[in-house]
Nanobody
Framework: VQLQASGGGLVQAGGALILSCASSDRPLGTYGMGWFRQAPGKEREFVAGVDWNGKSTLYADSVKGRFTISRDSAKNTVTLQMNSLKPEDTAVYYC?????????????????WGQGTLVTVSS
């Protein structure tokens, strides 16, 4: 599965961005999907996940209530709506497809990764 992440950019604190993850070569419908992020000097961390049919979602405590993950099977995309952004949200964001129908929290449980898109939140 080849994943392409897009939508990153520079935004002021309090602003919003929408990240998109698309697959061009295979349907994503059976995969649990996740968004991760990695800030400079830090480990990659789980941000949000959605199960294979979009009915169940999972969020890190740090983004709960501000970020929303969703998937569109017709468009074969997974979207991360990010609101009320904070400077500490600055990172490279990656989408990933898990070998499980539900999105796990651990990096090693994911089989396929997008290239990453940079989100910078200025104070």
């Amino acid at each position: 599965v080849q994943l392409q992440a897009s939508g990153g950019g520079l935004v002021q604190a309090g602003g919003a961005l929408i990240l998109s993850c698309a697959s061009s070569d295979r349907p994503l419908g059976t995969y649990g999907m996740g968004w991760f992020r990695q800030a400079p000097g830090k480990e990659r961390e789980f941000v949000a996940g959605v199960d294979w049919n979009g009915k169940s979602t999972l969020y890190a405590d740090s983004v709960k209530g501000r970020f929303t993950i969703s998937r569109d099977s017709a468009k074969n995309t997974v979207t991360l709506q990010m609101n009320s952004l904070k400077p500490e949200d600055t990172a490279v964001y990656y989408c990933a497809a898990s070998k499980f129908p539900r999105p796990p929290l651990e990096v090693f449980e994911y089989l396929y990764w997008g290239q990453g898109t940079l989100v910078t939140v200025s104070s």
